[in-house]
Each structure stands twice: as structure tokens, then as C-alpha cells.
């Protein structure tokens, strides 16, 4: 099993595989040694903090740090020590001056990236970090991470089914982690752990959101519904080409948003679904009722969606329908509520939803429904109304 190890910087809770701490503590006992650094991954999950911690390991030793990319590489001393972050918004020039750098072996140069864009000289610059150096390649925290960084906190602990609960719900995204944790240090602890995370960690996400392109929030909107989005589906939704929803899942999964499982943590779905806006959140999951409606898919969880948005009044009759017959044989009373909707948007579904009382246990509803199409509907829902009255 991997060790986790707390890092030594001063302050710092990261909590580091044995790799990229070995690699501090090398930097540590040796700091005038050659450094051809990458570090790369999904926003969130702590590149800007380790290269924060390399940065302070080396200015303890007195090196000189310099930060930010540079226009020319001859610009840059050789004794200093060249830390450079989020380089995917970097222009070709900087990147291929980055690469000069690296290509002279004269200079310690450390470098953090996000996994998207990958534009072709940041492709460059990395392939010659990685063959030069070494590359950190950062990741969600497995479970044990997650009980490392919880045991960093005493004013929260590490209990099993608290590091379960913060570990589901983050999905062990550490930027979520660490949220999360701050949030519930803030609370009252009690025996057992929240039916859900504090409202004002939901809030956080609020930024991450409204920085991100509006394609990249109706595509979390779409996730958020909770059903399959083969491509085909997206590209209708979006009105984009399959090459550009690509692109778009490669963006929103280097936000560190998206799942490498293309699904969205909890915490993250809770976040899309609350925080944004209310008429762009109602417009992409009826439009993607619609969708799925027309190909044959699941609805239910679409509609469930709309139902706690407090939005599902307006969802279209033949939606509503189909749903509650997903929902019939596991859900009665939900199927039941749902074809009492499509009836009010013009269904024929009053029988229907006589059945689904009487499976849920509610027989007056039942009987009402079924006197009242015993007295006034076709002969067809007539006879069934029968069935059910008896």
C-alpha cells in the first residue's frame, strides 16, 4: 500500500504520496541539484500547492525563486530557481521559451499544467520535462489520503464514517476535501455525520462555476440530471460536433469538476444543480427530457431533477407520463404524483394514476379516481376503473 506522508513545509496540509514528497526531501538535502520538474493535473487537486511547498524548500535554503514565464530565456539567471504554474494559458512564446530552458540543463525549472488545453508546444515542453526530469502526476486522494488529511485536523478526527462520508462525497478531489472539512470543523460534532454537506461549502463552488465557459455549465448540467449522455445526446443538447464535445468533457474534467468516470462527485452535483442559474439549470434538463423522450431513454431521473428544482410544473405531459411509469412498479406514490401532473397537462393518465394509488396504499385516492371514471369515462378506462374499484 502506498505510504502517505504529510508534507514538512511549514503550515502546509498536504498530504503527498511517497513520490512527490521523496522528491521535496531530495530538493531539501540537495538544493543546488538539476530540477527539470512537471506537475500536472485536474484543478483541485494541489498543483499550485506543491509547487508553493517546492518553492519555500528553496527559499529556505536560500536559493533564489522566480515566478511566472519568461519572454526570452536568456532573461532568466542561471543560479535561480524557475517555478512556473498554470502554463496551459501560456502563449507559444513563453512555452517554447520554457522549453529552451529546459533543453540548456544549465537551469532548475519546475513547471504545473492542467491536463487540457494541450496546445502543441505545451505538449512539447512536457514530453521534454518528462524525458529530462520528473513528472508528478497528481491524483484523487484514495480513502487513506483522504483519513491522512482528516488526522491533520483535530478539531474534526479521523472517525471511519467520517472519512467515509467526506470521501463520498468529494469522491477525493482535495480542493473538495479540503472544503468539506473546513466546513464541518465548523460545526457542532455529533454522534453520526451529516445527512449532507454544510450549505456554506456548497457556496464555495460558486467561483469555480461562474468562471467556467457556458457550454462547460449546461454540459454539468446535463451530468447533474444523473443519466447516461452517450455523445450523440450531448451533441444534440449542445449543438456541437463530437469532436467539440470532446473537448468540452476534456475542459470540464481538467476543472477538476468531472470525473475520470465522466461523473460528477456529490458534493459537485449538489453544487451545479443548486448555484446555477435557475432559468439556464430549467432550460437544459427540459430540453434534455425531450431528448431522451425521443430516443427512448430514461426520464425518471431527469424528472426527479426537475421535481426537486421545483421545476417540474412545466415539464411537458408526454414526459411526465413516461416517467411515472418508470417509476410505477418501485416508486407508487411518486408515479402516482407524477401521472396526477400529466393529467393536469392534458393526459389521458387518470387511470393510471388510480393504479398507482392503489399499489402505493392509498385506496380513498384510488376509489375517488375510479368513481369518477366509472361515471364519466370511455368504456375502456371504464372497465379498468372497475378492476381497481374492486
Do not use: C, K, M, N
Given at each position: 500500500m502506498t505510504t502517505m506522508i504529510k508534507s514538512s513545509a511549514a503550515g502546509s496540509r498536504l498530504v503527498l504520496d511517497r513520490g512527490p514528497q521523496a522528491l521535496l526531501d531530495a530538493v531539501a538535502a540537495d538544493p543546488d541539484a538539476p530540477l527539470a520538474l512537471g506537475v500536472t493535473g485536474p484543478g483541485?487537486?494541489?498543483?499550485?500547492?506543491?509547487?508553493?511547498?517546492?518553492?519555500?524548500?528553496?527559499?529556505?535554503?536560500?536559493?533564489?525563486?522566480?515566478?511566472?514565464?519568461?519572454d526570452q530565456p536568456d532573461t532568466i539567471e542561471p543560479d535561480a530557481v524557475l517555478v512556473v504554474d498554470d502554463a496551459h494559458l501560456l502563449d507559444d512564446a513563453r512555452l517554447r521559451a520554457l522549453r529552451a530552458l529546459v533543453a540548456t540543463r544549465r537551469h532548475r525549472v519546475a513547471v504545473g499544467y492542467r491536463p487540457w488545453p494541450r496546445p502543441a508546444a505545451l505538449v512539447d515542453l512536457a514530453d521534454a520535462l518528462r524525458r529530462d526530469g520528473h513528472l508528478v502526476l497528481l491524483t484523487p486522494f484514495a480513502r487513506e489520503r483522504t483519513a491522512a488529511y482528516l488526522a491533520t485536523v483535530p478539531e474534526v478526527g479521523r472517525r471511519p464514517d467520517l472519512v467515509d462520508f467526506v470521501q463520498q462525497q468529494t469522491a477525493g478531489v482535495p480542493r473538495d476535501v479540503e472544503r468539506l472539512v473546513r466546513g464541518l470543523r465548523g460545526q457542532e460534532s455529533g454522534?453520526?455525520?451529516?445527512?449532507?454537506?454544510?450549505?456554506?461549502?456548497?457556496?464555495?463552488?460558486?467561483?469555480?462555476?461562474?468562471?467556467?465557459?457556458?457550454d462547460v455549465?449546461?454540459?454539468?448540467?446535463?451530468?447533474?440530471?444523473?443519466?447516461?449522455?452517450?455523445?450523440?445526446?450531448?451533441?444534440?443538447?449542445?449543438?456541437?460536433?463530437?469532436?467539440?464535445?470532446?473537448?468540452?468533457?476534456?475542459?470540464?474534467?481538467?476543472?477538476?469538476?468531472?470525473?475520470?468516470?465522466?461523473?460528477?462527485?456529490?458534493?459537485?452535483?449538489?453544487?451545479?444543480?443548486?448555484?446555477?442559474?435557475?432559468?439556464?439549470?430549467?432550460?437544459?434538463?427540459?430540453?434534455?427530457?425531450?431528448?431522451?423522450?425521443?430516443?427512448?431513454?430514461?426520464?425518471?431521473p431527469l424528472v426527479r431533477s426537475l421535481l426537486a428544482a421545483g421545476v417540474a410544473g412545466d415539464c411537458p405531459a408526454p414526459t411526465l407520463e413516461a416517467a411515472a411509469e418508470e417509476a410505477l412498479a418501485g416508486e407508487p406514490a411518486l408515479a402516482a404524483e407524477l401521472f396526477a401532473a400529466a393529467t393536469a397537462a392534458g393526459r389521458p393518465a387518470a387511470l393510471r394514476q388510480a393504479v398507482a394509488a392503489a399499489l402505493a396504499g392509498d385506496l380513498d385516492a384510488a376509489l375517488r379516481l375510479a368513481d369518477r371514471l366509472l361515471a364519466a369515462a370511455a368504456p375502456a378506462d371504464r372497465s379498468g376503473a372497475a378492476v381497481v374499484a374492486a
Open positions: 483541485g487537486h494541489g498543483r499550485s500547492a506543491y509547487l508553493q511547498d517546492l518553492a519555500r524548500v528553496y527559499r529556505r535554503a536560500g536559493s533564489t525563486v522566480l515566478e511566472g514565464a519568461p454522534p453520526g455525520v451529516p445527512a449532507e454537506p454544510p450549505r456554506q461549502v456548497i457556496l464555495q463552488f460558486g467561483a469555480d462555476l461562474d468562471d467556467l465557459p457556458p455549465r449546461r454540459l454539468l448540467l446535463a451530468v447533474a440530471a444523473g443519466v447516461p449522455l452517450p455523445v450523440d445526446l450531448l451533441r444534440a443538447l449542445l449543438g456541437r460536433e463530437p469532436g467539440e464535445v470532446d473537448e468540452l468533457i476534456a475542459a470540464t474534467r481538467a476543472a477538476g469538476l468531472l470525473g475520470a468516470d465522466g461523473r460528477l462527485a456529490p458534493i459537485v452535483r449538489r453544487a451545479v444543480a443548486a448555484l446555477s442559474p435557475a432559468t439556464e439549470r430549467t432550460a437544459v434538463w427540459r430540453r434534455l427530457t425531450e431528448l431522451q423522450l425521443a430516443r427512448g431513454g430514461p426520464v425518471l
